[in-house]
C-alpha cells in the first residue's frame, strides 16, 4: 500500500498557484482575454497564500516546500505580468516595451531569490520587500480596474509608474505585513490587522473590480509610509536625546 506523505497537500496548493499563472498566460496567448488572465494571477496569490497556511496548519513547513514555493512564483508573479503588461499595453512600444514587460519578471526573481537565501526561519514577522505576489496582484488589478471603469482606454503614464515602482520596492528593504493569523489572540497590532483585513475581505465579495486596485495600491504605500514614519520618529528621539 503507498502511503501517501501529509507535506504533499500544502504542495497541491503551490501546484495550483503554479498551474494558475501558466493558464494567464497561455489565456494571453490565445484569446487576449486580459481581464481573466488577469483574474488568474489573483487566483495564483490566494492559492500560494493558502500553502503556506496549510503548511503551518498540518505542520509539513520544509525547506523543499519554501524553494518550490519560490519556483511557482517566478511563474506567476514574474512571467505572467510581465506577459501581461506587454500585452495590454507595452507592445505598442516594440522594443522598449519588452524592456520594461520584463521588469516584474526581473525584479520578481531577484526578491524571490534573496529572500530565500536570506531565510532563517520557516516562520516570517514582515516581509523585506514588497512581496512578489502583492506586485503581480497590483498590476492585475489596475487592468481589472481599467478594462471595467475606462474600457478602451491604457493610461500609459500610470501603468509606466506602477511597472517601475512595484519592481523597485519588491528588491527594496522596505518592511511589510505578512498576512495575520486567523485568531484574534496576540497582540494590539495582530488584532487590528485581522480586522482591516475581515473588512477588505467582506467589502470584495461585494465589489471587486472598484476595490481591489485601490487596496493593492494602500498595501503598496504601507511600507513606504511605515518607513518614513519610523525614519521620522527615530530622528524625533535621538533628538530629544541630544537635548
Not at 115 to 128: C, E, H, V
Not at 212 to 225: A, K, N, R
Amino acid at each position: 500500500m503507498i502511503k501517501i506523505s501529509r507535506s504533499i497537500v500544502p504542495n497541491f496548493f503551490t501546484v495550483g498557484n503554479m498551474f494558475s499563472g501558466f493558464l494567464s498566460v497561455i489565456v494571453v496567448i490565445s484569446n487576449r482575454d486580459l481581464a481573466l488572465a488577469s483574474w488568474l494571477i489573483v487566483l495564483a496569490a490566494f492559492l500560494d497564500a493558502m500553502d503556506g497556511k496549510v503548511a503551518r496548519f498540518t505542520k509539513t513547513s520544509s525547506r523543499f516546500g519554501v524553494e518550490y514555493d519560490s519556483l511557482a512564483d517566478v511563474v506567476s508573479f514574474g512571467l505572467a505580468p510581465s506577459i501581461l503588461i506587454y500585452a495590454f499595453y507595452f507592445s505598442a512600444w516594440k522594443t522598449v516595451g519588452i524592456f520594461i514587460s520584463f521588469f516584474p519578471l526581473l525584479f520578481g526573481s531577484i526578491r524571490l531569490a534573496r529572500f530565500n537565501i536570506q531565510l532563517t526561519g520557516l516562520n516570517k514577522s514582515a516581509f523585506s520587500g514588497l512581496p512578489s505576489p502583492a506586485a503581480a496582484i497590483l498590476l492585475a488589478t489596475y487592468i481589472i480596474f481599467i478594462s471595467k471603469y475606462f474600457p478602451g482606454n491604457v493610461f500609459p503614464k500610470i501603468l509606466l509608474l506602477l511597472t517601475f515602482v512595484t519592481s523597485t520596492l519588491m528588491i527594496s528593504t522596505l518592511n511589510y505585513n505578512v498576512l495575520p493569523n486567523l485568531t484574534f489572540k496576540g497582540d494590539t497590532k495582530q488584532k487590528v490587522l485581522l480586522i482591516l483585513l475581515i473588512v477588505a475581505v467582506t467589502s470584495l465579495f461585494f465589489f471587486p473590480q472598484a476595490l481591489f486596485f485601490p487596496y493593492c495600491v494602500i498595501y503598496m504605500l504601507s511600507g513606504v509610509f511605515g518607513y518614513l514614519f519610523g525614519k521620522s520618529s527615530n530622528e524625533n528621539r535621538k533628538t530629544k536625546k541630544e537635548e
